[in-house]
Every structure is written in C-alpha cells, then in structure tokens.
C-alpha cells in the first residue's frame, strides 16, 4: 500500500484479493467513524482551533460534517461492526432506541443499506410524522443570536428547529437527571 493507491502482485490468487478486499474495506469504514469521533472531539474540546484543523487535513468540508453528525448521533456503544457507515446514518435521524432496533434488524438479516433504507422509507409512509401535539412557540432574539445559532444547526446538518428541540431535550434530560 501506497499514499495513493495499491500495488497488487500480477498473479495474486482470488483468495488473497478477496481477502484483501475485506481489510480495506474494514479499514475504509473504520477510518470514517474515526474521523467522526475526531471531529466531534475537536469541536468540544478545541473550538477556537477547530476549523483550521479541518482545513489543514485537507478533506471536504461537508463530508467531514456528514461523518461527525452521525458519530455525533449514533453513539460508540450503539455502533455494529458488522455494518457500514453508511448503515448508522440510514438511521442516525432516529432515537438511540430505534436505532438499536433497526442495526439490530439490518444485522440480523443481512440487509444492505439500500434494503435498510427502503424499510425506514415504507415505515415513514405508513406511520405519519405528526403523531405528537404541535406546539408553536414564538422566540425574540437578535440577529446575532438567530445567525449564531442557524451556524451551529447548520454544522450539526439540522434544521434551526430541530437544533433548537434538541437542544430542549439535552437540558430537559440534565435537569431531570
């Protein structure tokens, strides 16, 4: 292995490169989760440094945003090896408790993401997202703070609403112990 590719041997029998497929490919899907959790290190631990260091690294700002939302979302201790990145941010947007509940069910049966995909689709159409009261509340904040607040939604690829709810949930959980 190379910093930009990989050189395979000209007679390499199929075994081998199977093989070696399914180490890059853990490898692969490592790294991603590593990047994840790295971000969201950074972000809490070295705010004022944080975004120099993303851009030092050299890779895309958004996708960079995708890995640490989903690491951010989908805690270590809910994670399965047995499935993808890609897996855990079908259903990142989830409780941690439907989370556990779908990996478990993509393990299970061996569904790949798309196949994982489609079932939280079919649910969705089934199950109308307006199951709880609607509540409207009206917020007087300056622009600065609205701005402030649209940025860091934003960097958590939520809406400034959802931000907003879940920033409730987490105080609401503190207090409550």
Not at 56 to 78: E, M, P
Not at 122 to 146: F, H, M, N, T, Y
């Amino acid at each position: 292995m190379t910093p930009v590719g990989l050189r395979i041997p000209a007679e390499l029998p199929y075994e081998l490169w199977e093989k070696a497929g399914f180490r890059i490919s853990a490898v692969a899907n490592s790294s991603t989760w590593c990047l994840g959790d790295w971000l969201v290190y950074g972000r809490s631990r070295y705010t004022d440094r944080y975004r120099k260091a993303i851009e030092a690294i050299g890779l895309d700002y958004q996708t960079l945003r995708n890995y640490a939302w989903v690491s951010r979302r989908v805690d270590l201790s809910r994670r399965r090896d047995g499935l993808s990145f890609q897996h855990h941010a079908e259903v990142a947007s989830l409780p941690p408790e439907e989370q556990d509940h779908w990996l478990d069910q993509a393990q299970r049966n061996g569904w790949t993401r798309n196949r994982l995909r489609r079932n939280l689709a079919a649910l969705r159409q089934e199950k109308p997202e307006a199951e709880g009261k609607r509540v409207s509340l009206e917020l007087r904040l300056g622009a600065d703070r609205i701005a402030r607040y649209q940025e860091v939604a934003g960097q958590s690829q939520t809406s400034l609403e959802s931000w907003i709810v879940e920033q409730l949930d987490t105080a609401a959980a503190a207090f409550l112990g």
